[in-house]
């Protein structure tokens, strides 16, 4: 498994940003009135890795023009040596698109942290791989890393065909593809049928595979060990099998 030398981007990955609110001082949210503001998405976070040692990194996304906390995004970006492409989308008025919420806490003591995700009218469910000149992207500039997230893949019908397109252009110009499984269950919800099989198209595109024993279990449906470890050799040659 060889990274295409001489890529611009080290990694590149497909991603809604959002924002997310955290109350100082390891508050709880409910009791506090001054928050940290950041710009985030678990998909950044893994770019955030490579880009702070000093590799450029490239997010591929959607923005609500004329937005101030889509400035903020791009600013915050900006900043963490992570190159951007993606369209201003119209916000369509108050009720139209936004960038998501995720308002969070830290814990506390015996205070577990707690996460509120707030995603109605996410922009970032309208994600179009017509958005993005994969050509330049993978061919021309260059990319070591293709990332893709489960979480994204399973959002929207539109995200699905989006990543679907993404890691088979990828290939072609000789790009590594990174698929993180990371199931969510209420994103599956109604699909499970059509993302059972377009999480398999995108894992025979993937040069590594990422995910727990659950992700494989219910996203690909692998059986897992039984209780007590039984038959636990035969059960992880099957799980070699699927990325052989």
């Not at 001054?34 to 990194?57: D, I, M, W, Y």
């Not at 139209?96 to 942290?113: E, M, T, V």
């Not at 990174?178 to 059509?194: C, I, M, P, Q, V």
Request: proline content about 4%; hydrophobic content about 40%.
């Amino acid at each position: 498994m060889k990274v295409k030398k001489n890529a611009r981007y080290a990694v590149a990955c497909l991603s809604s940003m959002g924002l997310r609110i955290t109350p100082e001082n390891r508050m709880a949210v409910q009791n506090s009135n001054r928050f940290l503001l950041q710009a985030t998405s678990a998909e950044t976070n893994v770019l955030n890795v490579t880009s702070s040692l000093g590799p450029e990194c490239l997010v591929m996304t959607r923005f609500v023009a004329g937005s101030p906390m889509a400035a903020f995004i791009k600013a915050q970006l900006r900043a963490r040596n992570i190159s951007y492409v993606g369209p201003d989308v119209p916000q369509g008025g108050p009720w139209g698109y936004r960038h998501q919420f995720n308002i969070a806490d830290s814990g506390f003591g015996l205070r577990a942290p707690r996460v509120w995700n707030d995603r109605a009218g996410e922009v970032g469910r309208t994600l179009d791989a017509k958005d993005y000149d994969t050509a330049k992207i993978f061919g021309k500039d260059g990319v070591g890393i293709l990332h893709l997230s489960g979480l994204i893949a399973a959002m929207s019908p539109e995200t699905t065909k989006c990543c679907l397109k993404l890691a088979a252009d990828a290939k072609k110009h000789g790009v590594l593809v990174s698929f993180d499984l990371n199931y969510r269950a209420t994103f599956w919800k109604g699909r499970e049928a059509e993302l059972s099989k377009a999480f398999h198209k995108i894992a025979s595109c993937a040069d590594i595979l990422v995910g727990n024993e659950e992700d494989f279990q219910l996203c690909l449906g692998f059986k897992g060990p039984e209780a007590g470890g039984k038959d636990l050799g035969g059960k992880i040659g099957r799980f070699k099998e699927m990325i052989v």
